[in-house]
């Protein structure tokens, strides 16, 4: 979003209300913002994207396999240096023309020679403890981040010898047929043509496979409760949380958040049995599967049927998933707020992260239970009545708080001196607020039919000022507002109002008294004028 905010002061400098359709693409690929949003929000400016530059963008990526910033900036993002070790490779029968086998579906730890190590866009021989590189071999089982799913992480190690570690921490396609595993060596040495084994974090692949696949049940869910329009907008699947945006014209509500927490739970356990297969693009959407907005598909593509026969939900997806819905354990949605005009966003937990979030959610419950001596199940009558009793004492002590000022301000108001026939009075009233202020001000008006009272309290930390003018004073160019900006001047803060009542406002109530005072004084000087 902030990427597109300095793309929109550009178009701004530059006089154009069309977004280029490559940066409209940089926005998709480098930083996951969906083509819809970006649209959304330009529209909120009327502005637009250029779609067409867009979808070509998109096609030029993919044919390319993802070169360029969106892959990362190790080795330049050069195309042709990847393109050059893959046909090197090639011609040493290391590798076919199709590349690096790619099967992030079926296992986490594939063996294999390690084919080539590459460090700032130059092949080297070896890596050794605290380098930083690039390691290719002939297949992986690690994720590219794709589809809203983050990059798989794990190690690469020497067969049969721990000793030698690669921590992997990102995968990059920087062309066709080229996948590397980006990381840095943790201990040991790896070389190139020595036999390894690639392990991906198993634990975390799983937490992940539990939000990806809650997804699913959330988009199906949400059509379910607040309607068919609710698509897909953009998605963040990774270990510690899922992110879901989709088009939504309103807040979803309470009520419709429950409903959907519990319809995702309820069919998770119901263990259903996912069914994983590829087919024909054609025959996926004739057979009635949801495939997303700006997503560009092969004609082979692979679906994702949860519910059987039910068809819970029927998605084309790239992404990794459980066996059966039991695996996700438990879903918590955790927040639903704006993403942009007209999209919502959910954000929830599964598995492991809900767990960890019910642990901390009832050992809270166990201390407040504790703090206020009664049980769990009796807590929110307890709180109830401790509130209640807590609006009785402080109607009271506002009312004795009120006695006091009164009585304080009846004895601070008699035999004031006359000036011009008038009674002016200024005066610090301690622990009120400004209502009460206000109030005295009647009372005031009540016993001198003609004068001006200012009135001051520290409320909060900060001065509050109200100042009061009687009619006949109006009449004669006393104006209340005009009192009130010039005692504001002096606590640093601003005030006006009516010509017979205002009030104002600052930040340095070390000055209160002072601006009470040459409150007072103005209006004396204009009396007697």
Known sequence: MGQLDEYILDMQKNNTNILDGDRAFELYATHGLPLELTRDILRESSSDVDEVGFKAAMDEHRIASGGGKAMGEMGGGDVAVYSEILNELVKTGKLTRSGVKFDPYSRTSVNGDLLSIIQDGIVVDELTEGEEGEILLPETCFYIESGGQVTDKGKIVGLGNSENVFEVTEMRKPAAGVIIHVGKM??????????????????????????????????????????????????????????????????????????????????????????????????AMNDGATALFGEK?????????????????????????????????????????????????????????????????????????????????????????????????????????????????????????????????????????????????????????????????????????????????????????????????????SGGGRPNLAQAGGKDASRLKEALETAEQLVKSKLTK
Do not use: W
């Open 297 to 493: 598909y092969g004609e082979i593509v692979r679906t994702v049927i949860i519910g059987g026969d039910e068809r819970i939900s029927f998605e084309l997806c790239g992404g990794t998933h459980v066996d059966e819905t039991g695996d996700i354990g438990l879903f918590l949605i955790t927040s639903e707020g704006s993403a942009a005009a007209g999209i919502r966003r959910i954000e929830a937990v599964t598995g492991r992260a809900a767990y960890a979030l019910v642990q901390q959610r009832t050992k809270l419950l166990k201390q407040s239970a504790a703090l206020m001596q009664t049980s769990q199940e009796e807590l929110p009558k307890k709180i109830e009545m401790v509130l209640r009793d807590k609006e009785i004492q402080n109607k009271q002590v506002a009312s004795y708080t009120m006695q006091i000022a009164n009585n304080e301000f009846k004895r601070q108001i008699s035999n004031l001196p006359i000036t011009a026939g008038s009674a002016v009075f200024s005066g610090l009233i301690q622990n009120v607020d400004s209502d009460t202020l206000r109030g005295l001000t009647d009372r005031f008006k009540s016993q001198y039919v003609s004068g001006s009272t200012i009135l001051g309290t520290v409320f909060d930390g900060k001065p509050f000022i109200v100042v009061s003018v009687s009619d006949d004073l109006v009449k004669k160019g006393i104006n209340a507002g005009e009192i009130a900006r010039a005692a504001a001047q002096i606590v640093g803060g």
């Open 186 to 283: 943790l201990k040991g040495t790896l070389i190139i043509g020595q036999k390894v084994t690639a392990q991906v974090d198993a634990a975390r692949r799983q937490d992940i496979r539990r939000n990806h696949t809650a997804t699913h049940l959330l988009h199906a869910e949400l059509h379910k409760v607040i309607g068919k329009h609710a698509l897909q907008a953009g998605s963040m699947v990774s270990p510690d949380r899922l992110r879901f945006d989709f088009n939504h014209p309103e807040a979803v509500t309470q009520e419709q958040l429950e409903k959907i927490e519990a319809g995702v739970n309820y069919n998770i356990l119901n263990d259903y049995k996912l069914e994983i297969k590829e087919r024909s693009l054609q025959e």
